[in-house]
Nanobody, 126 residues
Framework: QVQLVESGGGLVQAGDSLRLSCAASGRTLSSLGMAWFRQAPGKKREVVAAISWSGSMQYYTDSVKGRFTISRDNAKNTVYLQMNSLNPEDTAVYFC???????????????????WGQGTQVTVSS
């Protein structure tokens, strides 16, 4: 079993930055594909970014490309999401997720992720 705990969310103004962290316990993350998802009120959960187990491949949804960066430190069992130039449309609960069988062609599919954190709220005011 893997327990994931997100942190780093908060209330910021448009244009500000935040760095989310996802700390894992119970198992090493080094063999797991990881992703950040978000869900805004009344909207479906969507993938924001994903990263391969080695960190060599990263993927982003179009709306965050050039602004967000996903990274991982397997030695610290932690995954990060650096979010720059935030705008009100980024307001959502952000979830960290881990997949035992992760593939670059299916990173968008939430059902392929086996472990989820409880989420952290990000609110961006205009």
């Amino acid at each position: 079993q893997v327990q994931l705990v997100e942190s780093g969310g908060g209330l910021v103004q448009a244009g500000d930055s935040l760095r989310l962290s996802c700390a894992a316990s119970g198992r090493t993350l080094s063999s797991l594909g990881m992703a950040w998802f978000r869900q805004a009120p009344g909207k479906k959960r969507e993938v924001v970014a994903a990263i391969s187990w080695s960190g060599s491949m990263q993927y982003y949804t179009d709306s965050v490309k050039g602004r967000f960066t996903i990274s991982r430190d397997n030695a610290k069992n932690t995954v990060y999401l650096q979010m720059n130039s935030l705008n009100p449309e980024d307001t959502a609960v952000y979830f960290c997720a881990a997949a035992r069988s992760w593939h670059s062609r299916s990173y968008r599919d939430s059902f392929r992720y086996d472990y989820w954190g409880q989420g952290t709220q990000v609110t961006v005011s205009s």
